[in-house]
């Protein structure tokens, strides 16, 4: 690729360059906290700084993306969890990238449809391609400055040192292990002579993060790609109605049946086989699950890549999936009871409250999927991916820790019962937990005890990275206990 650097191009990278040591301050000093924050604050200052002006396309969901993209991003500040820590790592950067290719992307092209996939790959295969072109237009300008001959010297020059950095490193290590007086000699060189394995990776990842912002911003500007919409307008039919009424009639019969067993011992309250609530409940609540996502799978390929075999035919399959779907909100039903049982039992954890909120999800799901199931209008993947984003982001926000904290106290006034070590390494909200329950019932066996381990593995002080409004409020409330 042949690139072309204008004065704006080239200001635009000295701030890529400074967003790329952001995020490098921002990620690989030490844990994630407000830095996340404040680094999609500046990378978006800067998207829309350098696309002032520019045509976007569809702004309604780039808005719904966006707020998504900052709540979670500020999630790292306001709240704590472990599990949504590693999970946004991910999720963050891949919902920025198709943000960006959401709006500067064609207008014309479906966003839900699997050509805009296709978009982004193309727009990430060719910031790559970019980045090249702009790698040998550094090398051009080199040469060009130091003259032709001189300037192929200096490259090979170059590339011999760089070669043989890692076996200097290497060399120099076994030699300062083989003689101390060796050592103390490098020993006298001034600090910023030395550079240290995490130096260079501290330098190389700044860079990374600086050509990867540059190269796929520039492309996303200069290089629309106007892909046309597929003429056949939607999926190949791939499933006879024939073998997909038959396959529902055959798992609807094997649901109905499922259905009134469970109406008969779970509903009315009657168990039988000498199984108390909490056994029964605990035996086979994930199969449940596992059973609706199957079934969602099944209504969801039928409607997609089922052919139309005719009115009847294609209203018996209708009739066929609507049992399928109302079976499977059943079941759906009753493994959140069965849930709710084995939390009255064993108590409240981060993964069960977690589990059940995404039990709520899939009703909703499957109560659209019922509605698209008659009217051949909606878009499954639409609001697939809509719900979607929204009930993860929401999940980020509401504060699942808290939920399991106070419904975990309220249990134990109740019942007297109480998982406290769970509560003091769940995360600090768990730790603020504890602290309530201290100041009302400080005679409770063993946590004062916790508590004093909490407080004594304070750590002394933390880098303006990691800082965390639920951690500060922890910490500053175990050391007003005034412990000892």
């Known amino acids: 690729m042949d690139i072309r650097m204008r004065k704006e191009d080239w200001f635009f990278l000295a701030i890529c360059l400074g967003i790329g040591i952001l995020a490098e301050e921002s990620f690989t000093r030490s844990q994630i906290g407000i ?268 409607l997609t890549f089922s052919k139309n075999g005719g009115f009847r035919l294609w209203r018996t399959v209708q009739g066929a999936l609507s049992v399928l779907v109302l079976s499977t909100g059943v079941i759906l039903t009753s493994a959140f009871m069965r849930l709710m049982m084995y939390e009255e039992a064993y108590g409240f954890t981060f993964t069960r409250v977690l589990v059940h909120s995404f039990m709520i999800f899939l009703l909703v799901i499957f109560c659209y999927t019922f509605a698209k199931i008659w009217l051949a209008r909606l878009s499954l993947l639409h609001f697939y991916f809509i719900s979607a984003l929204i009930f993860y982001t929401a999940i980020n926000v509401v504060g699942i820790d808290k939920i399991v904290v106070d419904r975990n106290l309220d249990r134990f006034e109740e019942t007297g019962k109480i998982d406290l070590r769970y509560l003091a390494y769940m995360s600090d909200t768990g730790t603020l937990g504890l602290i309530k329950l201290y100041r009302e019932q400080p005679e409770t066996p063993g946590l004062k005890e916790l508590l004093l381990e909490k407080k004594q593995s304070l750590p002394e002080q933390e880098r303006w990275q990691s800082f965390n409004l639920t951690r500060e409020k922890a910490e500053e409330a175990l050391k007003q206990l005034g412990l000892e």
């Open 35 to 302: 830095s996340y924050f404040v680094f999609i604050a500046a990378f978006y200052s800067a998207f829309f700084w350098r696309f002032r002006g520019f045509p976007f396309r569809h702004q309604r969901l780039g808005w719904l993306v966006l707020g998504a993209i900052w709540l979670l991003s500020a999630s790292y500040f306001l709240f704590d969890s472990d599990v949504f820590y590693g999970l946004n790592l991910l999720a963050i950067p891949a919902l920025v990238v198709f943000h960006i290719a959401l709006i500067t992307g064609p207008k014309q092209v479906n966003w839900a449809h699997p050509v805009f996939l296709v978009i982004i790959l193309k727009r990430i295969g060719g910031a790559i391609a970019y980045n090249l072109g702009v790698t040998r237009l550094f090398g051009r300008l080199a040469i060009r400055k130091t003259g032709g001959g001189k300037g192929v010297v200096a490259k090979k020059i170059l590339i011999g040192a760089v070669v043989s950095l890692p076996v200097l490193a290497v060399v120099l290590n076994l030699l300062i292990s083989a003689d101390s007086q060796f050592e103390r000699i490098l020993s006298g060189f001034p600090d910023w002579f030395s550079f240290s394995g995490e130096n260079v990776f501290r330098i190389v990842a700044a860079l990374f993060y600086t050509f990867a912002f540059f190269g796929f911003l520039q492309v996303n500007l200069k290089r629309r790609l106007e892909i046309q919409e597929l003429k056949n307008g939607g999926p190949a039919a791939l499933i006879d109605p024939v073998t997909a009424l038959t396959v529902l009639v055959i798992l609807d019969a094997v649901y109905v049946m499922f259905v009134a067993v469970q109406f008969k011992y779970f509903f009315s309250g009657t168990l039988g086989e000498g199984f108390t609530y909490a056994e029964y409940a605990r035996r086979g609540f994930f199969e449940l699950v596992f059973v609706s996502l199957i079934n969602l799978s099944v209504t969801v390929a039928v």
